[in-house]
């Protein structure tokens, strides 16, 4: 004993699930308490056992694009599934990039799914084809226990469905319209819902054409005490007047209309719900603002993107907001309503600056969105975790404000106009990286700039320190595809990627891909295309589908000065993993590539 040291404890062997077997029912409660899809999936690959057990447990799953799995394997993978999203189109989609018969058809996951899934109960369709067909389909499957129907920006049904939706599906609580484009057959499809519902709690038609009779929501209000959201179509408020009466328990209001703007005296009568606090109204104008100020105190959200208001308007409003969480605004808030709202609002969260009108008087009589206005919010701003803006300048000085700032951003979207002759301060090398080095937090990141605004060694650094992000969209970036190539190599974690008017050549897009191991999805429009995307092929590999819209040929008659060709807009790149093979629906114009 005496002097003797004794020797550390050493595992001699590696730890056993076997030695410490725990129970099915305890996996079973542990898995039910797991929510993140990352730590779902590493714990369905410990054993066979965890992933049986992941797949009876799983409530709800998001297929992030519909082309990358068969509907009839996420059937057998996951059959107590309860909740299921599903992606169609790009995002381009929502710009007018995508044709409306480009696919991301509904059908084949409804005729699937509907009947064998026995739990599910939520459904949520994104830039998707549905017709009525498709929503009767689902309705007869799961119609008695459909609680939450989301149809957000999808197209190819009318209000006959909505009729049906709402005579069968009594135990809905959401059923969500955004921007869908819906042909409208009557409005009997709101008088049924508030005939036959009673426990809707989120109803969102906004940004649709659907026309609706104000007695309708009022009955809706009655029957159903539970609407906390209504998000409409345009209606003259004043004609909401007995709604607002009813609803007491609403909480989000956007839609309406002002249509009369300049007659406050018919708008006096409007008295919004004692519990609102998240509004957004349309085609507001200075005389019609009163109306907001009895509650501003109380407002969380405040949408002005849709309203007629200068930006001397947006000051007097937003001082009168202190507890904002999130706004959302056009750039003819200018950078003197910014500096009020990084006076006024501390506790803000999301802050979204929308494009405005591009007549050059109006932004030179308003003022348009700089440096200025995005360094005073980064300043008093301290809270914000998403910034999505459209600005007519920006310096390299205030993307490191925003660096330095705002430590909680996990969202960053910016884009440089082109209204402007010349911008202050390009290259943004340097305000790109310190931004991305401060905000650790960072998973989504868009920067779409002009002709300059980012060399290839600000290119590098967003590869560099951009090691967390998943999703990028990327404009008029790089000078050449050895920036391309730099950027790729330190993407380590990003999982879809968005390049849009780019110098790039198609070789170089092939090669970035390769070196991009986590990378799941690729769209490009605007590059050094050729009429055969030959070059594209340098990126296959197994699971990987590469589909190739060529160019329109007179692109290739113009030569740029060192006589290389000129940046096709209409040459498109899309790639990504698929389970489900080569999609059987593309339309003519699309080419799928393959090796021979």
Request: with cysteine; aromatic share 8%; net charge neutral.
């Given at each position: 004993m005496g002097g003797e040291v004794p020797e550390p404890r050493r595992l001699n062997r590696a730890l056993s699930f076997d030695d410490y077997w725990v129970p099915d029912e305890a996996l079973h409660l542990v898995m039910g308490h797991v929510e993140d899809p990352r730590d779902r999936e590493a714990a369905s690959r410990v054993c066979r056992r965890w992933h049986r057990i992941d797949a009876l447990t799983?409530?709800?799953?998001?297929?992030?694009?519909?082309?990358?799995?068969?509907?009839?394997?996420?059937?057998?993978?996951?059959?107590?599934?309860?909740?299921?999203?599903?992606?169609?189109?790009?995002?381009?989609?929502?710009?007018?990039?995508?044709?409306?018969?480009?696919?991301?058809?509904?059908?084949?996951?409804?005729?699937?799914?509907?009947?064998?899934?026995?739990?599910?109960?939520?459904?949520?369709?994104?830039?998707?084809?549905?017709?009525?067909?498709?929503?009767?389909?689902?309705?007869?499957?799961?119609?008695h226990m459909l609680q939450e129907l989301k149809l957000d920006k999808c197209i190819g049904f009318s209000t006959d469905a909505l009729r049906l939706v709402a005579r069968s599906c009594r135990s809905l609580r959401t059923l969500f319209l955004e921007e869908c484009h819906i042909t409208d057959k009557g409005g009997e499809w709101l008088h049924e819902l508030a005939v036959n519902n009673s426990v809707l709690v989120t109803l969102n038609f906004y940004m649709t054409e659907l026309k609706v009779a104000p007695a309708d929501l009022e009955l809706l209000a009655k029957n159903c005490k539970s609407l906390i959201s209504l998000k409409m179509s345009e209606c003259d408020l004043s004609d909401l007047i007995s709604f607002f009466q009813t609803a007491n328990a609403l909480q989000d209001f956007a839609g309406g209309a002002f249509y009369e703007v300049g007659e406050l005296t018919k708008y006096e009568k409007v008295k919004f719900p004692p519990r609102l606090c998240f509004l957004g109204l349309t085609y507001m104008g200075t005389n019609e603002m009163p109306v907001i100020?009895?509650?501003?105190?109380?407002?969380?959200?405040?949408?002005?993107?849709?309203?007629?208001?200068?930006?001397?308007?947006?000051?007097?409003?937003?001082?009168?907001?202190?507890?904002?969480?999130?706004?959302?605004?056009?750039?003819?808030?200018?950078?003197?309503?910014?500096?009020?709202?990084?006076?006024?609002?501390?506790?803000?969260?999301?802050?979204?600056?929308?494009?405005?009108?591009?007549?050059?008087?109006?932004?030179?009589?308003?003022?348009?969105?700089?440096?200025?206005?995005?360094?005073?919010?980064?300043?008093?701003?301290?809270?914000?975790?998403?910034?999505?803006?459209?600005?007519?300048?920006?310096?390299?000085?205030?993307?490191e404000s925003i660096g330095t700032f705002c430590k909680n951003l996990y969202d960053f979207r910016l884009v440089l106009l082109d209204r402007e002759r010349q911008v202050t301060d390009l290259p943004l090398d340097n305000g790109v990286c310190a931004l991305l080095r401060n905000c650790t937090k960072l998973r989504r990141f868009a920067?779409?700039?002009?002709?300059?605004?980012?060399?290839?060694?600000?290119?590098?650094?967003?590869?560099?320190?951009?090691?967390?992000?998943?999703?990028?969209?990327?404009?008029?970036?790089?000078?050449?595809?050895?920036?391309?190539?730099?950027?790729?190599?330190?993407?380590?974690?990003?999982?879809?990627?968005?390049?849009?008017?780019?110098?790039?050549?198609e070789r170089a897009l092939s090669l970035a891909v390769l070196q991009m191991p986590s990378l799941r999805y690729i769209w490009v429009q605007g590059y050094r295309a050729s009429q055969t995307g030959l070059d594209l092929l340098l990126m296959a590999r197994p699971f990987w589908n590469i589909e190739f819209t060529p160019p329109s040929p007179e692109s290739f008659n113009h030569m740029t000065e060192d006589g290389e060709p000129c940046v096709d807009s209409h040459a498109q790149v899309l790639a990504y993993y698929s389970l489900a093979g080569r999609r059987s629906d593309c339309p003519q114009w699309v080419i799928p590539l393959h090796p021979a």
């Open positions: 799983r409530k709800h799953v998001t297929v992030a694009f519909c082309y990358a799995a068969r509907p009839a394997r996420l059937r057998e993978r996951f059959p107590r599934l309860e909740s299921l999203s599903l992606k169609g189109k790009p995002r381009a989609a929502m710009y007018g990039l995508i044709p409306d018969d480009w696919g991301a058809y509904a059908a084949p996951w409804i005729d699937e799914l509907a009947a064998p899934l026995e739990c599910l109960k939520a459904l949520h369709l994104r830039r998707m084809t549905v017709t009525d067909a498709d929503i009767a389909a689902l309705v007869r499957a799961r119609g100020f009895p509650f501003s105190m109380k407002l969380k959200k405040l949408d002005l993107q849709y309203t007629f208001l200068t930006t001397e308007d947006h000051c007097q409003i937003i001082a009168k907001c202190p507890n904002l969480l999130i706004l959302e605004v056009r750039n003819v808030i200018g950078d003197r309503g910014l500096e009020v709202v990084g006076d006024t609002c501390k506790k803000l969260r999301r802050l979204r600056i929308e494009r405005g009108d591009d007549d050059p008087g109006l932004q030179e009589e308003q003022g348009g969105v700089s440096q200025l206005g995005l360094t005073a919010v980064a300043v008093g701003c301290r809270e914000l975790e998403y910034i999505a803006a459209y600005v007519s300048d920006i310096t390299n000085g205030a993307l920067l779409y700039l002009r002709p300059g605004g980012l060399s290839d060694d600000g290119l590098s650094y967003i590869g560099q320190y951009s090691g967390n992000i998943q999703y990028m969209l990327l404009g008029n970036v790089g000078e050449s595809d050895h920036g391309l190539i730099r950027f790729a190599v330190g993407c380590t974690n990003l999982q879809k990627l968005e390049l849009r008017s780019c110098c790039f050549s």
